[in-house]
């Protein structure tokens, strides 16, 4: 593959809902420009989209994938990304590096939260976006219905392209409302517009026009004096509105029947902004905020927004070349960690395939093998002209597991391979938990961790998983004291110390403070150091459940020493036990975390939703209603949503989406309490 012109290049994501039939229409695409000499099925996992094994066996894309295409002297990369939302950080960095998104609806399935959650991040990167109606050829369409679904769930202006052929109650084709030509069946051979339609395509083509002399001041003035435009202003007009969002394509298809597909990529090609026209990338040059487009001559910035760890293949790193001009066999600086990196050979990468290319110019895409520093979301170019690109704001893993090492030949090479796994995928994350002592791998969703925890196996680590402790915190609500001697005596020198203190409740998040009042020498100033060691280990370990103590104030106020056995040991054991009777003196108290969670579902299933929030001891903010979606807002203790993504997929029959954030720590309630503490306790025994 030769390399392009920045203005020969269209970048394009194809975004929809699980199941809306983006990966068979990209193999139509492939089928139909003779890239491919047969229709690969996502079924016989024999697509080029889904290559992975894992994608083959589930019968869904779980990774975003690379596509170009050659078009009459244009390159079209395309996109192909997971439609599940478990991966949706996959979708969001492939729409940080597009110019445009073609929104895949299922004609029979209308509007689904996939779909409107993508739509979102479109509206984020300002990104325009053409519509198709795919599975067209199927039966108990919703066209009319998927319509007006449209008009509720976008906040923009739909206009038809095309208006679909349907002959004997099937989908047979397209009529081009630009060209004013019919296209049936399969292929790209012209046919007069069906007698029939005439009225219905003189009708959506003067839509189509006014759409495109209301995106620019000269050809509105020449539509309102004139009442016509020429085809080269229709195209120019329209082209302009895409770009600035003014309103959105719709375009008809049948992927698996391979109907419509090449008056799709000819639209792709003539109304998808080139990188240069195209949006900018909001970045840090030299320390000064601002913005780069695409430009063969300016500074070379490379995002990267996707890395993958092969154990056969080894790392391959994709970019898109922001700006500058890429060269193989050259020396980079990664901006972002401060190191240097050796690029080889680059490759434009179709599927799994890799195609070997010199140069790559801005507004390009590629991959490059083999970068030891290079994570997603990183920045490289040369090194004397710093640039930064602004990485997009991912959402919050909501789902997590408690991963151990099956083996101990696991147990050395788990953490570093959990954090390449997650180098991969900005919403997969994982983290040492201080107060269960527990690796938590957290993600977006179960089927997410799935992927990850065999990805994991893939690299040669396998790994035990649990549902993760909750990391309660505990803390006492009012004042306690206590004294407490500790003294041995073994034959020789003995053990004896003495320690009297008080235990006080401080502000929520204020941490922990010790102060001594000890006056006339009853304790060495030597020993109250001591005292202090004793009382922070039993915080890490907890009093009552084993969970880390917060918030607390511990006041040494009396105690005794022994002239000969008073030692360093004895007082840090007699402050330690001395500080857990005070505690529980002090009216001790198991605090649990509390989250935010921000859930959007169906307005048919918000009832169940807020009823099930109830029944897990949460407590309703507010609602609010958007399009034909409600948007529920409530604080509920994290340890009833440690699942929440199985149960809200299942009452909204995966329709339901949620966001979970961290609020604050409060009091758990004295029954939940009990039965934790008594867990805690047999735990305790059984060890």
């Given at each position: ?340 990196e050796r690029f080889g050979p680059l490759y434009v990468m179709r599927g799994k395939e890799q195609n070997q290319i010199d140069v790559l110019n801005a507004g390009d895409i590629g991959a490059v093998a083999k970068l030891n520093h290079t994570a997603t979301g990183d920045t490289v170019g040369d090194k004397d002209a710093s640039v930064l690109v602004a990485p997009p704001a991912f959402p919050r893993p909501v789902y997590a597991v408690a991963v151990s090492p099956s083996t101990q030949a696991d147990s050395a090479k788990m953490g570093p391979t959990l954090t390449r796994v997650c180098d991969e995928d900005p919403t997969l994350m994982w983290r040492q938990d ?254």
């Amino acid at each position: 593959m030769k390399a392009y012109a920045t203005n020969s290049i269209r970048n394009v994501a194809l975004v929809s809902h699980q199941g809306g039939g983006k990966t068979s229409l990209v193999e139509a695409i492939l089928f139909d420009l003779g890239v491919t000499n047969r229709l690969g099925s996502v079924a016989d996992g024999t697509t080029i989209s889904d290559f992975d094994q894992e994608e083959i066996n589930r019968q869904m894309s779980l990774n975003t994938s690379m596509i170009p295409l050659e078009v009459d002297g244009v390159k079209v990369n395309l996109l192909d990304t997971p439609g599940y939302t478990d991966f949706q950080g996959d979708v969001k960095n492939a729409m940080m590096v597009a110019d445009a998104a073609l929104i895949v609806v299922d004609a029979s399935a209308g509007i689904e939260v996939g779909t409107e959650l993508y739509w979102s991040f479109a509206d984020e990167f300002a990104l325009p976006r053409m519509i198709v109606l795919n599975k067209m050829d199927r039966e108990n369409l919703q066209v009319e219905n998927t319509m007006s679904q449209m008009g509720v769930s976008f906040d923009m202006r739909v206009v038809p392209l095309q208006l679909p052929i349907i002959e004997g109650g099937k989908f047979t084709g397209v009529v081009d409302l630009l060209g004013l030509k019919a296209y049936r069946g399969v292929g790209s051979q012209a046919e007069e517009i069906p007698a029939e339609m005439a009225d219905a395509v003189e009708e959506a083509r003067l839509a189509l026009i006014e759409a495109a002399a209301e995106s620019d001041d000269s050809l509105l003035e020449k539509y309102l004096d004139s009442g016509e435009l020429s085809a080269a202003e229709i195209i120019d007009g329209l082209k302009k509105g895409f770009a600035q969002n003014s309103f959105a394509p719709l375009i008809y298809a049948a992927g698996t029947g391979n109907i419509g597909i090449r008056p799709l990529v000819d639209l792709l090609v003539k109304l998808v902004p080139e990188p240069s026209h195209g949006r900018t990338f909001k970045a840090v040059v030299k320390g000064q905020e601002g913005t780069l487009q695409a430009d063969a001559k300016g500074p070379l910035a490379l995002y990267v927004f996707k890395t993958t760890v092969d154990p056969f293949v080894g790392r391959l790193t994709y970019f898109r070349v922001i700006s500058g001009t890429l060269k193989a066999d050259s020396r980079y600086f990664n901006h972002v960690k401060g190191e240097e990196e050796r690029f080889g050979p680059l490759y434009v990468m179709r599927g799994k395939e890799q195609n070997q290319i010199d140069v790559l110019n801005a507004g390009d895409i590629g991959a490059v093998a083999k970068l030891n520093h290079t994570a997603t979301g990183d920045t490289v170019g040369d090194k004397d002209a710093s640039v930064l690109v602004a990485p997009p704001a991912f959402p919050r893993p909501v789902y997590a597991v408690a991963v151990s090492p099956s083996t101990q030949a696991d147990s050395a090479k788990m953490g570093p391979t959990l954090t390449r796994v997650c180098d991969e995928d900005p919403t997969l994350m994982w983290r040492q938990d201080p107060a269960t002592k527990e690796a938590v791998l957290e993600g977006m969703g179960d089927v997410h961790i799935t992927v990850a925890i065999n990805r994991l196996a893939t690299l040669g680590v396998h790994v035990d998983t649990a549902v993760p402790k909750v990391p309660y915190q505990e803390t006492v609500t009012k004042v306690g004291d206590a004294r407490y001697r500790h003294k041995k005596q073994t034959g020789g020198a003995g053990q004896f110390g003495e320690v009297a203190l008080r235990v006080e409740p401080r502000e929520r998040g204020s941490g922990f403070e010790y102060a001594s009042e000890v006056f006339g020498g009853v304790i060495s100033q030597s020993f109250i150091p001591s005292i202090e060691k004793g009382i922070r280990g039993v915080m890490e370990r907890g009093v009552i459940a084993g969970y880390p103590v917060v918030d607390v104030k511990a006041v040494v106020y009396d105690g005794k020493e022994h002239p000969v056995d008073s030692k360093d040991i004895a007082f840090q054991i007699a402050g330690r036990e001395a500080f857990k009777l005070a505690f529980q003196d002090a009216g001790a108290v198991l605090l649990e975390p509390i989250m935010s969670i921000r859930i959007t579902v169906p307005d048919s299933n918000m009832g169940d939703v807020i009823g099930d929030l109830s029944s897990r001891r949460g407590q309703v903010q507010g609602t609010e209603s958007v399009g034909s979606r409600s948007i529920i807002t409530a604080m509920v203790p994290l340890a009833e949503v440690l699942r929440y993504s199985n149960d809200l997929r299942s009452m909204t029959q995966g329709r339901g989406v949620y966001r979970l954030d961290f609020s604050h720590y409060q009091p758990a309630p004295s029954h939940i309490a009990q039965e934790i503490i008594a867990q805690a306790k047999r735990e305790e025994e059984e060890e």
